[in-house]
């Protein structure tokens, strides 16, 4: 979304309310409309990113796993709907458990998270189901904790009597 008409719009405002006054207020006027650019920007992406917040807060209400994310790229502005409902169809088995679901935050480096989302496109399912697989994978099917390496050793070592 870019934020340039709306920052126009409040341009055209402000000269237009200053005209009455005479050529030197209108030229003031245009002075303060340049000036207040980046700041009007940073108030209607504010705006923006609160919106965002109110409605994912809404969704959550409604029972929804849904979220709205408010994305800023220089003076673009884009929201990305992140729907991470899961179908009970879409996550492997697990065994039987009386757990409630849980939310956790997860931090991931911006080009993890991209290829997260890729991958979890690529298999038509949602971010936070590829995730529910992925994790569920590693702690079910590999054993129990964190793995090293693609290799692991079957060798025993001690000592024999003979």
Avoid at 24 to 32: G, H, Y
Avoid at 61 to 72: P, R, T
């Amino acid at each position: 979304m870019d934020l340039t008409p709306y920052i126009d719009s409040l341009r055209r405002s402000l000269t237009a309310a200053a005209a009455p006054a005479g050529d030197d207020a209108a030229q003031t006027a245009e002075l303060l409309a340049e000036a207040l650019d980046s700041g009007a920007r940073l108030a209607l992406m504010e705006a923006l990113s609160e919106a965002a917040a109110e409605i994912t807060d809404d969704l959550d209400k409604a029972g929804s796993d849904a979220s709205v994310d408010l994305k800023i790229r220089g003076k673009d502005v884009s929201f990305t709907i992140n729907n991470v409902e899961t179908d009970v169809a879409e996550v492997p088995p697990t065994p039987p458990s009386d757990d409630d679901v849980s939310r956790i935050t997860l931090r991931l480096p911006e080009s993890l998270k991209e290829d997260v989302e890729a991958a979890a496109a690529n298999s038509g399912i949602s971010v936070n189901a590829w995730l529910v697989r992925a994790v569920n994978g590693a702690v079910h099917s590999r054993g129990s904790g964190p793995q090293r390496g693609a290799k692991h050793s079957q060798r025993v070592t001690g000592y024999a009597r003979a």
